[in-house]
């Protein structure tokens, strides 16, 4: 999926017809992993409620079993519209991404209208790809849509479950940050990060 990001992000930084007619070939594909992703959750949860109303009927229930598993299958996938995909998580994050990267291409400064201090951006950019729970660079950044927030995908989700298991709301762990109720729901993708922190290391390698 991430492959798939970087290509329609490097075609939207063209802003050519070519590279916008790719964008929404690579976001059809996106849309059909949505959907795929979608029936795969409601088939395992249609099998989950199914199994657990069998073990309270007779033993010979368990022969419809199969027919009922498609039967309401159908029926739920049938109360569904497309339209729902595009609040899909890999849509949205998707979505953003190629925003984020043609907004980005759009207010490029360019080299001679503005000097910049090298050495200020380079050691504001590193502090950018620090997690604050791990104190090292991110990997697979997500960012929280509450407080625009970055944190190491692994690391936050694991607080997350810590906290839950603990009975309690999870804290922002920015210091300074008055976000005290982190969900995983809040929770997308900073691909453009990841990007950036990809080609930081590139650059890191040639020096």
């Keep these: 999926m991430d492959i798939v990001t970087d290509v329609a992000m490097d ?111 380079v050691t504001q950019s590193q502090v950018n790809f620090i997690c604050p729970l791990t104190q090292v660079e991110m990997v697979k950044p997500v960012k929280n849509k509450t407080c625009n927030h970055n944190y190491e995908e692994e690391a936050i989700r694991g607080l997350i479950k810590n906290k839950r298991i603990q009975k309690k709301k999870c804290r922002c762990p920015v210091v300074g940050c008055g976000n005290s109720d982190v969900k995983e729901s809040d929770l997308v993708p900073d691909q453009l990060l990841r990007r950036q922190i990809q080609s930081q290391k590139r650059q890191s390698n040639r020096t």
């Design 11 to 121: 075609l939207a930084e063209t802003h050519s017809e070519a590279g916008n007619r790719g964008v929404a070939d690579l976001e059809a594909m996106i849309l059909e992993c949505a959907k795929l992703d979608r029936e795969i959750n409601f088939f395992v949860d249609v099998v989950q409620q199914v199994t657990t109303e069998a073990t309270t009927q007779q033993p010979e229930a368990m022969f419809s079993l199969a027919a009922k598993v498609k039967e309401q299958f159908q029926a739920r996938t049938a109360q569904l519209s497309d339209a729902e995909l595009q609040n899909h998580q890999k849509v949205v994050a998707f979505k953003d991404s190629i925003k984020n990267s043609a907004n980005q291409a759009n207010t490029e400064p360019e080299e001679d209208m503005e000097e910049l201090d090298e050495d200020i951006a």
